[in-house]
């Protein structure tokens, strides 16, 4: 109980080292640090007893036929023994600090706390004698108990304890309506359309939205500015596309002379605020611009995540408690927001409150009941060896061996789990989008709101031979879900014309009747007071900029064709039929997408009438759309634990 205590109150403060200077200080992150403070005390409570247990017994059998021997110097020598091994490892491998050097030094300081306890505890005995140094050990025991007891409760209490099952308390809690339309919008990080049961997906993976959606202004041919976080994003935000804003690698910075929705609202009088568990949404990149509050909820796994619930995950363990098998901060994120409207001053205020989930993002991170789902009892064991044990950190696996090596290490059977864990992902961020907007709901948001829901770009699953969303601009990246209900809307609509995420920007600023500097983007309800067959002439964009550094290093040292090809820039113009993609090599493609949706029969012909009528448009829209021309490079001045994050998530190298 005390060593657990011990270790418990060292690895905490560790973590809020670690958070602390990316949220704000209140109660709600209180509550969670004296959350994970608890989770963390039970877990190596529950993990050392038995194994000090079983120690115990051995030393008495051992010394049962000669002369009697103290246990206790015995039992804490071994504890820190066993402690420095296992959970000294684990956390600088976490950290990133097992070095050799480190790990010896390590090694060195637990034998000598080891020998010195050894000593100690055993002078101190001989002195206390035997019934009074029990006694006082005693009483260390009960006040550690007393001590931890609340902050135990706290973490059973908390979404910490089981992230599968964990469900907010709806009380009622009404707020003030205001006369201009809230805005709730949520992001549906790394979730392509076409794996949504709502847009056709055979497996039942977004049964909430599919309900939601028929009361909705649903965009089937909703299509990405960009093919990763940074450039979607931005482009949402201000209503331009990464041409203008320049948002994208090598610039990972969002310029200052670009006003976001955020700004613009808040400007008008709205309450803003983001809950982002992308750590590219944030002001280390200036994407928080103009949210008043601010929150990075992909720190807060750092809470209680330290040394065994790092080794389940080293080891390929299928955790075997509850809150060792956490989501990717969804269940977090929404006591958070519920936190946050409960502290919010009721003045009547509208409010822009944006959420972004990452489930849909490797490395699939959700729990064992919704991976169930979609799997089965012997691939649900293997998707937790898939992790790290059986082919390395998975995330930059994929991302770079598979997409540059080559596919040929990862067998069928475990691309189909994680398919499969894919898939069980969007059904997890399904369940808590429900959630969200029943939060919302409570509280009297939804009496009169804009509600999105869109996603920043899809995921490659092996189609076009590459995993995760590195690289070109194929649909399985580029087209997202995208819908919407305005105040007032109760029957649902689909679209079938191209619509962009940056024509959210216009939307958003119409429906709530702010008046904004222009944008390129195109308000999406336009589409609906057309007539017939709509715009058939209507082109979606998508950039894609070229890898990170890192991902080009490793393309030029494979120096393959394919892989060469991959890492050169490309844009893609797509119509209600047709799509072209024209890469900087000189390579074109060309898509009739009715027929061909997969992308797999290049009909590209230089007297192609679509393919002179779509390269037309894109030497158009170069011309009349200027480049950004940043003065200054933004992405070395990234926070080094800021740096770890991205690059546990396969945005930048060893190296970046």
């Known amino acids: 109980m005390v060593g657990g205590a011990a270790l418990a109150v060292l690895e905490c403060l560790v973590s809020a080292a670690l958070i602390t200077r990316h949220l704000e200080h209140d109660r709600a992150l209180g509550l969670l640090l004296l959350a994970a403070f608890g989770k963390v005390a039970l877990t190596h409570t529950l993990f050392w007893t038995p194994i000090m247990v079983f120690l115990a017994s051995v030393r008495w059998v051992s010394c049962r036929r000669v002369a009697p021997r103290p246990p206790e110097p015995f039992l804490c020598a071994a504890f820190i023994v066993l402690s420095g091994v296992v959970v000294g490892w684990a956390d600088l491998d976490m950290v ?130 960009g093919v990763w976080t940074i450039p979607s994003h931005a482009s949402m935000f201000t209503g331009r596309s990464p041409r203008e804003h320049g948002a994208d690698h090598p610039t990972i910075w969002l310029d200052e002379s670009f006003k976001t929705v955020a700004d613009v609202l808040g400007e008008a009088g709205y309450t803003t605020a983001s809950f982002s568990n992308n750590p590219w949404i944030s002001h280390e990149t200036n994407l928080a611009k103009g949210f008043e509050t601010s929150r990075v909820v992909y720190h807060l796994r750092h809470l209680g995540r330290f040394s065994l619930e790092y080794l389940c995950a080293r080891f390929g363990v299928t955790p075997p408690l509850p809150w060792l098998d956490p989501d990717f901060g969804a269940a977090v994120t929404n006591w958070l927001v519920s936190q946050w409207l409960d502290q919010l001053p009721d003045r009547g205020q509208p409010l822009l409150l944006f959420v972004n989930y990452m489930e849909g993002h490797l490395p699939y991170r959700i729990p064992r009941d919704f991976r169930s789902k979609f799997l089965t009892d012997a691939q649900v064991d293997r998707s937790y060896r898939l992790r790290r044990r059986a082919h390395g950190e998975i995330v930059s696996t994929m991302d770079l061996r598979y997409n540059i090596d080559g596919p040929e290490f990862l067998p069928a059977v475990d691309r189909e789990i994680l398919r499969g864990q894919y898939d069980a992902a969007i059904r997890y961020v399904d369940h808590r989008v429900r959630e969200l907007l029943a939060i919302c709901d409570r509280t009297g948001l939804l009496d009169n709101a804009m509600i999105v829901i869109a996603s920043d770009h899809g995921e490659y699953l092996g189609e076009h031979g590459m995993w995760s969303h590195r690289f070109l601009a194929y649909n399985d990246v580029s087209h997202v879900t995208m819908m919407m209900r305005e105040p007032g809307r109760n029957s649902g609509t689909r679209v079938d014309d191209p619509v962009q995420l940056a ?10 009747d702010v008046t904004s500097p222009s944008s390129a983007g195109a308000d999406a309800h336009d589409l609906l007071a057309a007539t017939g067959e709509r715009d058939p002439s209507r082109v979606a964009i998508t950039e894609y900029r070229g890898p990170s550094v890192s991902a080009l290093r490793r393309v030029r040292a494979a120096n393959t064709v394919e892989a060469l090809h991959r890492a050169k820039p490309q844009i893609a113009a797509q119509g209600r039929r047709f799509k072209i993609l024209a890469s900087s090599d000189g390579t074109r493609e060309l898509y009739d997408l009715l027929s061909d949706p997969a992308e797999t029969h290049n009909l590209y012909t230089s007297d192609h009438p679509e393919a002179r009528r779509l390269d037309a448009y894109i030497n158009g829209w170069k011309h009349r759309v200027p480049e950004f021309q940043p003065t200054h490079v933004r992405g070395a001045e990234l926070a080094p634990d800021v740096i770890d994050a991205l690059r546990s998530l396969g945005y930048l190298g060893g190296n970046d």
């Open 503 to 512: 024509d959210l920007y216009p939307t958003i600023i119409n429906v709530t």
């Open 96 to 225: 990133r600090r097992a070095t050799p050097a480190i790990l010896a030094a390590a090694g060195v300081g637990t034998i000598v706390g080891a020998m010195v306890a050894y000593a100690g505890v055993g002078v101190l005995r001989r002195r206390c004698g035997s019934s009074r140094f029990a006694r006082r050990g005693s009483i260390i025991i009960i006040t550690c108990a007393v001590l931890t007891a609340p902050c135990v409760a706290v973490f059973l209490s908390s979404p910490l304890r089981n992230p599968g099952t964990y469900a907010l308390p709806l009380s009622a809690t009404q707020r003030s309506s205001s006369q201009r339309p809230n805005v709730i919008w949520i992001v549906l990080d790394t979730v392509r359309a076409d794996h949504m049961t709502c847009y056709g997906y055979q497996r039942p993976t977004t049964p909430f939205l599919d309900e939601w959606s028929r009361g909705a202004i649903v965009f089937n041919r909703a299509i990405a500015n």
